[in-house]
Antibody, heavy 120, light 107 residues
Framework: QLQLQESGPGLVKPSETLSLTCTVS??????????WGWIRQPPGKGLEWIGS???????YYNPSLKSRVTISVDTSRNQFSLKLSSVTAADTAVYYC????????????WGQGTLVTVSS | DIQMTQSPSSLSASVGDRVTITCRAS??????LNWYQQKPGKAPNLLIY???TLQSGVPSRFSASGSGTDFTLTISSLQPEDFATYYC?????????FGPGTKVHIK
């Protein structure tokens, strides 16, 4: 059974870089036709897609965050990662990693989510 | 970006009721529309993909239809475990965008 688990600091200072890792177990991150993505949800609000990556390293980013986002993949560790730079309080959210079925691009497996608070 | 809207934003219903939620896209997205259920403190769960295909393991009381710009999600007989927030998501083009959600309350 595929499982995704987010990990990383729960508190980040303003202007610093948020870094999260998603560890995939029960399946290979190199499996086709899957992409691997990040979605966030500010407290009490809706869902925002951040970006997705294929195991080859091909990435798609949300233009609203593109200048600050880097998503990378480590196939040897079956992990993919998110870096979001120059964070502000507006970046406080629950961050989810999710498997994306490529083509129809739906998110069919999600991590439990991790709350990241931006505060000094 | 393709904007997604949902109506209603919330609704109250009783167990056994038939519930319909509507999702509208700001431009045609063909059948590239997915539905998710989210319970408090949990990650969203995929219910329906490509407008009308039921995800494996999802009860058959959930169904969906639509194409182009207008879509609906129907719960034929609401069960206690269905009280949650429902989101639509377009996957026609990046950035993938979600609707604002419809919260289904217990009446």
């Amino acid at each position: 059974q595929l499982q995704l688990q987010e990990s990383g600091p729960g508190l980040v200072k303003p202007s610093e870089t948020l870094s999260l890792t998603c560890t995939v177990s029960g399946g290979s991150i190199s499996s086709s036709p899957y992409y691997w993505g990040w979605i966030r949800q500010p407290p009490g609000k809706g869902l925002e897609w951040i970006g997705s990556i294929y195991f080859s390293g091909r990435t798609y980013y949300n233009p609203s965050l593109k200048s600050r986002v880097t998503i990378s993949v480590d196939t040897s560790r079956n992990q993919f990662s998110l870096k979001l730079s120059s964070v502000t309080a507006a970046d406080t959210a629950v961050y989810y990693c999710a498997r994306t079925f490529g083509g129809p691009y739906f998110f069919d497996n999600w991590g439990q989510g991790t709350l990241v608070t931006v505060s000094s | 970006d393709i904007q997604m809207t949902q109506s209603p934003s919330s609704l109250s219903a009783s167990v056994g009721d038939r519930v319909t939620i509507t999702c509208r896209a700001s431009q045609s997205i063909s059948s590239h529309l997915n539905w998710y259920q989210q319970k408090p403190g949990k990650a969203p769960n995929l219910l329906i993909y490509t407008a009308s295909t039921l995800q494996s393991g999802v009860p058959s009381r959930f169904s969906a239809s639509g194409s182009g710009t207008d879509f609906t999600l129907t719960i034929s007989s609401l069960q206690p475990e269905d009280f949650a927030t429902y989101y639509c998501q377009q996957s026609s083009s990046t950035p993938f965008t979600f609707g604002p959600g419809t919260k289904v309350h217990i009446k």
